[in-house]
Structure formats: C-alpha cells, structure tokens
C-alpha cells in the first residue's frame, strides 16, 4: 500500500503544472489516484488476493457454498471479480472502481468523469448487472 502512496505521490509531482491549471482539481487528482491503482491491479494480479471483498463486492459475486467444492475463497473471489471488471467497457469500469474502490458516492463521481449524477448511478447499475451475468456464466461453465 504503502509504494501505491509514494506511485501516487510522485505521479501528482510530475504532473503539478497540469493540476494547478486544471479547473476541478479533485477529480483530476481522484482520476490520476484511481489509474495508478488500476495499473497496479493490472500488474499484479497475483495480488488481487489481498482486496478485501466489500458489501458491493460481495453482492455482485456468487456467495461462497456451503459445500467444500462450491466454496471459493476470498482471494479467489477478489481475483475473479478484478478480473471482470477489467473486462467491462471504459466508463462503467470507472464507475464500478470509483464506487467500489474509492467509495464515493455517485455526485462525485460524476464530477471526476464529467457526467451527471443519474449517468453515473445508471453506468453502475448496468455495470453491476453485467458483472452478475459474468459472474453467473462462470458458475455454469465451472459446474458444467
């Protein structure tokens, strides 16, 4: 966590003249913060193991199974769910990773993406339905 905190960090330096012009400087330096903690998912998706599944996560992916062979582990079900939504199209993805990583709520994050608040709710909501759909062909090819 803590070489994301310093990435983060340097990426603001390098870029400070183009945050000081920038007219809503939250969301350029949420935007610049939510791209290098996607990068770093990209890179080490060994480590998508070590995201802890919040209530939204959880929600979108299958529940682990009572039955030993039905369960998936945590880390499993992180690594599986970073997975699909890295498959979803630009703006949902971002959507889904600033409601979901960052925790922000939907007017915020339609001012770091330049669109209206019902936009963003609606992105998330197609996004997470797409998910679902991800997550249940998965279910069905695992169980075939």
């Not at 990068?39 to 992916?61: C, N, Q």
């Not at 199974?65 to 971002?94: I, N, T, W």
Request: aromatic content about 6%; charged content about 30%.
């Amino acid at each position: 966590m803590d070489d994301l905190m310093q990435e983060i960090f340097l990426k603001v330096y390098l870029n400070l003249p183009a945050i000081e012009g920038a007219t809503n400087r939250d969301g350029y330096l949420r935007r610049l913060a939510v791209n290098v903690i996607t990068d770093y998912f990209r890179k080490h998706r060994d480590r998508a193991g070590e995201v802890t599944l919040s209530a939204e996560i959880a929600e979108v992916l299958p529940a682990a199974g009572e039955r030993p062979d039905e369960a998936l582990a945590d880390s499993e079900r992180a690594h599986s769910f970073m997975g699909m939504v890295q498959a979803l199209p630009e703006k949902r993805r971002q959507v889904v990773l600033l409601r979901i990583v960052d925790e922000l709520p939907f007017r915020e994050i339609g001012a770091v993406l330049g669109i209206s608040e019902a936009s963003a709710r609606n992105l998330f909501s197609i996004g997470t339905k797409q998910l679902r759909q991800q997550a249940a062909r998965r279910r069905e090819v695992r169980y075939a």
